[in-house]
């Protein structure tokens, strides 16, 4: 530790002493990725600065997260109730982490003085032996009694993650002090050699402890991580009324061959055991996670990015199990998989996990939030229906702040350490895996000087990469070349990316990458029931939508149906699809054949990004469109 | 009150003193249905005689709902725990009320001493006040402190449905007498001139309420039931998490137009307030209810005649929100819409209520009971994927019980009952809804002796009627003529039903009806986003399923696609479907036409009637099948 300022020697998901024998690629420094408000990456980072997080911050203020803690201090009257869910904490720790982040990237003093006033608060309401969780404290449950649902260490996690942000961004080991007391509490209780075996009820402390090992260099800091990973799936929690899958405890992670349960849970789960084998390259961890990752993403995931099909325990449904209007789709999860995936890339490499990154970050991580910046949604269904009415985490439209508050300000946190997912370096290529315009410092051993990324991305597909500065013969540009781009040019020549979806140039020479970003339709797996004769238009990463707002007079979105021979064409306002619309009939079934097809009438309708969808008067949304044919 | 035996004049739901200007049909009074044992329900009552409710009482002895009164009682230790949900009690009571019809329907005197001991349980356990609900007692919660989730109201209100069976069926009012005690604290303390303002938060007192007034005449027991149709949607309950739709507070239930929330206890709602309308004759309540109905039955129920699209809440969900795999499909809700259906029949006439209610009989009801009629579903999907695992309310297969017990005594006591549904009266006619071999004694407005139904159906569609005695000229006999029957014949001629969806025929001369069986494909409303591109199997009054089971080697029920264009053929074994099975693909999403389809392999699969599918090796299961068109 040290109280030096910052020092960006390290980054989100870095192996701090990357062992050569694990893991294909490594993470850049903290801000050495710098993506640039000309474009749409960094535009929207600005807006977080901006927007998002000063009302992440008010929020904590209104929803009495700050006042929990001061009640427990004796800032304000004791007596004061505890107020929100048990683990409100948390998302004190997200806007910390936000901050942190934002700080990293834009060195920005404008949170000192709420930073200082926070970690402040949370330093004195520490217990005397490291024990810091408000709602406990509040007396909501007995320390340890209730891990299946406390979420003491969950919450814990939330503060380590702030806590090594915020060394690594701004230099500053206040938080990280109070969160290593802590640490050491839960060591001693539940560690490898602690007094009681245990594990969270919901997975997150797991990743995080593997970044403060990066950090600290602690060798029990990973260790403590690995035993909670060891640990789960061994029946050391009660199982309530959801069975033990919701808590990733019906068997243990090694043995595991899909996903399962509570979404975010799995996914913080997987994320961190991806870390854990980041550090120690247990060939068994790998494999498990890999066929973990390959049912999330090709049987699991929502074409938005998104996954949980489950609005009862928020949970993974069956394979294939992807219904459009009752999709749960919590941010957090989107969030978690980022995390994942990322993560994933370090360990296994390849193209496939860049085009997800790519398609939660412009789909269902875009469409949370309002085009403001202060309102989200928790659930991001594909569909809503026209008489749909709001539920306590899924609304009809997005919401200021939720009683459940976890999802706004992990989008805070999650944009402003974007930048993490851009590019990534080997000893012998940098590469660059989403599109936005950025400066991209080269390290060392690449060379010097700066990898400059122009691009209108995604409203195009042109991507221009230049080297200013210099890099030694055999360096090589990777630029990751979507799955979806099926005719690609580099320098205006036909290209065909590597095997593992990247196309190689000398780094000296930069390149002019061009995409193929023509509108599509895209189809869904046969055993996707919820999607049967469906399809859903994309341009580029972005997946589209059809919106009430939009529909000719008269034409409600569920009766639209597209014609897919016909190619749809971009405009001004989105992209417009030929189709018709077709009276609804009245019988809710009917003998096949026995009533007349009703005359259907020609319509031209645009679609919007789906990212942009809820931004006018609420109505009916559709991803998936049936075809007329 | 009476002490007199068995006088069997009234029937289930029916208005005590029929109000000329109310209503349209009367039912026939208990033990004037008599259902075969050489016929489909009345086969299935003997085992419900049999099988069912015996062990229904073994597993209230199991579960501790008797233990839960001899505890209060001091027969076993007052240290002894309460066990089950709060609202166990009302398990007790319906295998009472299940006991009722069964003595109604057979004169059995098998149970008599199980009645007695827990009759004399109850009226010992009752309070000096008349309260009586053992896990209020058991001090679970304070006493009408919590009208929203404590079920109070719910648990008189089958005491009294039980108590009102066992008057009309066995003339014992012991249990009449304990549930009256309670009734009349519930008038003082809730009632029109009552001390507090309050409802349920699950209806079902309502048409108990009115069942009751049926039975004793007295004026205030409906004016109590109204009292609470009243208020609800006034907001007199505080909403929770799940809105106050989930109890049907959100408006009142005159102005609903629609119905939502909690499928049970909107549907229980219903029919309260129907029943109201069948004593009182108010037509805005007439009115409400006819929307309802429609949107219930045109929008939001299930082919197999369930309801409840959603786990979260067991609710409704939005228009056309059917998905199989996701279906709650409760048992109990299909209960409670037979008890609305048939009191929507008596006050509105027409053969859809019918309809209706043989498409709950013969496939939502009938698939909830194994073949031994011991074990149950709670939920009733519509498709069972594959890697389906167990949930608490869904489980993979049927389970001889659940914690909380709700439909397996809910189906013993409708399946005692069901000869309730089976024909009506009035002045002039007799009809017949519900084909199955039973003899029907005439009132003796329509002369006298015995109307015969003889027919294998749903085996085949000829369904031949006499009269066993003489009626007056003018009397008729009406037959349901079910709207899927599109070739229908009597006496051998082409016939068609009048506008009513009713064929009429001189009483004294009887009929052969002929239904046409023959098996068809049925398609949903274009809305139903679930089943899109799919078709169901019907034939008769059955729908049909294909389970894993039945499969040819290699192919999974999910990857058959059937061709609508040749036709089914009835077997031994089930019906015969000409289909293909394609073997999916690996990619989850995939650009329109980029791949080629894989080659489908021609194969024959057999469905069988959704009724009976689980009773083998557990697998996969679906009613809409995709088709290969």
């Known amino acids: 530790m040290t109280d030096q300022p910052a020092s960006p020697s390290r980054a989100a998901a870095t192996p701090a002493a990357p062992r050569a024998d694990v893991g294909v690629a490594r993470p850049l420094p903290v801000g050495a990725v710098r993506l640039l408000p000309t474009g749409v990456l960094g535009a929207w980072q600005d807006r977080n600065a ?32 505890y107020r929100g869910f ?6 004190v720790h997200k806007v910390i982490e936000a901050v942190a982040w934002e700080i990293g990237r834009s060195g920005t003093t404008a949170f000192d003085g709420w930073l200082d006033e926070v970690i402040d608060l949370l330093a004195r309401a520490q217990e005397p032996d490291g024990y810091l969780m408000t709602a406990i404290q509040a007396g909501l449950r007995e320390r340890w009694a209730d891990l299946e649902n406390a979420h003491e260490l969950y919450v814990l996690g939330h503060m380590v993650q702030a806590a090594v942000a915020l060394q690594r961004c701004a230099g500053r080991d206040d938080l990280l002090r109070v969160a290593l007391r802590f640490v050491d509490l839960v060591d001693a209780t539940f560690g490898p050699d602690g007094e009681r075996v245990g594990i969270c009820g919901h997975p997150e402390i797991e990743t995080a402890l593997v970044e403060l090992y990066r950090e600290t260099g602690e060798q029990r800091h990973l260790a403590l991580a690995q035993h909670m990973i060891d640990l789960r799936g061994t029946g050391t929690l009660v199982a309530g009324g959801l069975g033990p899958q919701y808590f990733q405890d019906h068997e243990p992670v090694r043995q595991a061959r899909t996903v399962a349960g509570h979404a975010v849970r799995q996914l913080y789960l997987a994320a961190g055991a991806t870390d854990v084998y980041l550090e120690t390259g247990e060939a068994e961890l790998l494999d498990a996670m890999h066929d973990q990752w390959v049912d999330a993403h090709e049987r699991k995931m929502y074409i938005s990015g998104a996954f949980g099909s489950r609005h009862r325990d928020e949970a993974f449904g069956s394979a294939y199990e992807l219904p459009s209007d009752r999709a749960y789709a919590e941010t957090c999860a989107t969030i978690a998989d980022l995390h994942w995936s990322w993560r994933m890339f370090l360990a296994d490499g390849g193209s496939r996990y860049g085009d997800v990154v790519e398609r939660e970050i412009h789909n269902a991580l875009a469409a949370s939030l309002d085009a403001g910046g202060t309102r989200f949604f928790y659930a991001n269904p594909l569909q809503s229906r026209p008489d749909k009415h709001s539920e306590e985490s899924a609304p009809r439209e997005r919401l200021p702040w939720y009683p459940c508050a976890c999802c706004p300000p992990n989008i805070a946190r999650a ?33 010097s000087g700066t990898v400059r990324v122009r691009t209108r991305y995604p409203e195009d597909g042109v991507v221009e990469v230049t080297l200013d500065g210099t890099a030694p013969a055999g360096a090589r540009l990777a630029l990751r070349v979507p799955a979806w781009s099926t005719s690609t ?4 020549r036909a290209a065909d990316p590597d095997p593992d979806g990247y196309l190689r140039v000398p780094l000296a020479d930069g390149a002019r990458l061009e995409l193929d970003v023509a509108p599509r339709w895209t189809v869904a797996h046969p055993r996707v029931d919820a999607v049967r004769g469906c399809v859903a238009l994309e341009r580029g990463p972005l997946v589209y939508a059809i919106e009430q707002a939009d529909m000719p007079d008269g034409v409600e979105v569920d009766d639209v149906r597209v014609h897919t021979d016909s190619p749809p064409r971009v405009t001004e306002d989105g992209v417009t699809v030929s189709a018709v619309a077709v009276p609804p009939p009245s019988a809710l079934y009917a003998t096949l054949g026995s009533t007349a097809p009703a005359p259907a009438r020609p319509v031209t309708v645009t679609a919007i990004p789906f990212a942009t969808w809820g931004n006018r008067t609420p109505g009916a949304m559709r991803v998936w469109l049936p075809t007329a044919d």
């Open 50 to 81: 901006q927007a998002t997080i000063p009302h992440c911050i008010d929020q904590l203020e209104a929803a009495g997260n700050l006042d929990n803690y001061r009640r427990l201090v004796g800032d304000i009257d004791p007596a004061t109730p």
């Open 86 to 91: 048990i683990f409100a904490d948390s998302d």
């Open 415 to 447: 944009v402003a350490q974007m930048g993490a997912y851009v590019a990534s370096v080997t000893d012998s290529e940098i590469a660059v895996h989403q599109f936005a315009d950025a400066d991209i410092d080269l390290p060392e051993a690449l060379g």
């Open 489 to 492: 040019t580099v320098d205006g």
